[in-house]
């Protein structure tokens, strides 16, 4: 009878280990996604460059076809040029799946691509896929689509 109880102790303590390590995981890629907007709209290159990992891939809003994304000295000249950002998140979600996790949420905003051209409303559809490396949660995709808003 102990050795019931101590087993079904250690599959209880079990349980509840791995969901707040799930619950820690889920708000720890919440507040890197959110970090990376945060410094991407002001246009600190390094500051969101820190957050992608090695194989960083993306589908852009633009429609074109999957891509390694920008370069670091790629980003910053766009922002040299006058690249802007102001752009929120909204209905927020992440699901945790071992130590790959996968963020959705729709941007709403406007982007200046240079300092002369005109602000673009961009209202997207994002998909992100995180990986724990070293115990850090790294971007290894994204998918951005436009959004029609009805």
């Known amino acids: 009878m102990r050795s ?4 079904l102790t250690l599959c209880l303590w079990g349980m509840f280990l ?3 390590a799930l619950a820690g995981d889920v708000e720890d890629v919440i507040a890197a996604e959110m970090d990376s907007r945060v410094q991407e709209m002001a246009g600190n290159v390094d500051g969101y460059f820190k957050y992608k ?3 960083y891939t993306i589908f852009p809003p633009t429609g074109g076809l999957l891509s390694p994304g920008s370069k670091r000295e790629q980003a ?12 929120q ?3 927020f979600d992440v699901k945790i799946y ?23 409303r961009w ?7 995180w990986v724990k490396e070293a115990g850090e949660w790294k971007l290894v995709h994204r998918h951005e689509s436009h959004l029609t808003l009805r």
Do not use: C, H, W
């Open 4 to 7: 019931i109880i101590s087993t």
């Open 18 to 20: 791995t969901t707040a």
């Open 53 to 55: 990992g090695s194989t």
């Open 76 to 87: 910053q000249a766009r922002f040299d040029a006058g690249m802007k950002f102001d752009i």
């Open 89 to 91: 998140t909204r209905n």
């Open 98 to 120: 071992g130590n790959t996790a996968v963020s959705t949420y729709y941007t709403v905003g406007m982007v200046r691509r240079s300092s002369e051209s005109e602000p673009e």
């Open 123 to 129: 209202n997207l559809r994002m998909t992100s896929v």
